[in-house]
């Protein structure tokens, strides 16, 4: 970690979570800049990091970020031509990127927004947004969003232990959660879980 050298050694032999891969990246990749408290999979696809641009609680699910169009090579060929299209993609504050979204080239992903699974950004997402589909369009508001989690997650059998758990993932308390989670989904199943 301290060189950034052999980054695929990296990545397989430590396996690191997405918050030291961030980490990992924001000290040794090529990217215009990374914020602090980001997370970052490493199945995360960036074909032009130094047009990324990534603030600060940015959190990657396994997605692609694409600052280039890949056509070009086989425009100018074609049509005799010397064409180029590359654009920066700028990530503001406190967003998730859902898995298999893609971002492609001159995008700003707004504060506070939300990028749904499966998305392929086109445009410029405007802060609060969640957006989703192909090509993706605003489907919702992050406030309503928050809004409406609240209030499910109150009435969860479990909501004891969230209120005392700090940030979004406790390892000791995990185990015990997971045991009410499971009793909580199947409880109406009569079958035993296979092994």
């Known amino acids: 970690m ?14 690191p979570r997405g918050d030291e891969y961030a980490e990992f990246l924001r000290l040794h990749g090529t990217f215009y800049s990374i914020g602090k408290n980001c997370s970052i999979l490493t199945s995360t696809i960036f074909t032009d990091p130094s047009y ?23 425009l100018n060929q074609a049509y005799n031509t010397n064409l180029d299209s590359v654009g920066k993609i ?9 898995y298999n979204a893609i ?17 392929v950004v086109t445009k410029d ?8 589909g192909v090509p993706a369009r605003c489907i919702g508001y992050v406030e309503n969003l928050v809004s409406k989690l609240q209030s499910e997650t109150e ?15 406790d390892a000791e308390m995990e185990p015990l959660l997971n045991e009410l989670r499971l009793a909580y989904f199947y409880k109406d199943s009569e079958s035993e879980p296979i092994n």
């Open 2 to 15: 301290r060189s950034g050298k052999f980054s695929n050694l990296y990545k397989k032999t430590c396996q």
């Open 52 to 74: 990324v641009r990534i603030g600060n609680n940015v959190h990657f699910s396994s997605c692609t970020i694409i600052g280039h169009d890949g056509s070009i090579a086989m």
């Open 90 to 98: 700028d990530i503001l504050d406190n967003v998730f990127i859902g």
């Open 103 to 119: 971002i492609l080239p001159n995008v700003t992903i707004g504060p506070n927004s939300i990028v749904g699974a499966g998305a």
């Open 125 to 132: 997402v405007k802060e609060g947004e969640i957006v989703g």
């Open 155 to 169: 009435r969860l059998p479990w909501y004891h232990l969230i209120q005392k758990r700090e940030g979004s993932y």
